[in-house]
């Protein structure tokens, strides 16, 4: 099996486990004309980090807010073998929404991800954590 059919069947066990009452939920949407060749996931981000973030790319994608957070569009398993320092939403699939998420961000073109190694990246130097491939390993 390859690291792919690993994943899918990983998060296919997690939701056959579930849950007696599921939050609501939505999905974010993207905007007329942009196509999701590789799938979509989202990053919540604190709104207050949001700006800080947006400086230190050298690409942002489609960017959703709610209120006390902001949504970055990245590309499906983002996650694999990374460790988010914020809530990662698998499918783009937005939990315990306040309000319905607002488009603030639309890049030029067709294409809604924002890169996830440099979102990654930024995030961690923003929030003070250091990167998981960083880590001291512990024999």
């Known amino acids: 099996m390859d690291l792919d059919t690993l994943v899918r069947l990983s998060r296919q066990r997690q939701r056959q486990l579930g849950r007696a009452a599921p939050p609501p939920s939505l999905r974010l949407g993207l905007p007329e004309g942009m196509a999701d060749p590789l799938g979509c996931d989202a990053v919540a981000v ?11 790319l050298p690409r942002v994608g489609c960017v959703y807010e709610d209120g006390p957070r902001w949504w970055w569009i990245v590309p499906a398993d983002s996650d694999v073998a990374m460790e988010w320092p914020v809530v990662y939403a698998a499918g783009a699939v937005v939990r315990d929404a306040g309000c319905r998420p607002v488009l603030i961000n639309r890049p030029e073109g067709d294409v809604p991800y924002t890169p996830p190694i440099p979102l990654y990246l930024a995030l961690c130097r923003v929030t003070g954590t250091t990167p998981g491939w960083s880590r001291a390993l512990s024999a």
């Open 46 to 56: 604190p709104a207050a980090l949001g700006p800080q973030l947006m400086s230190r």
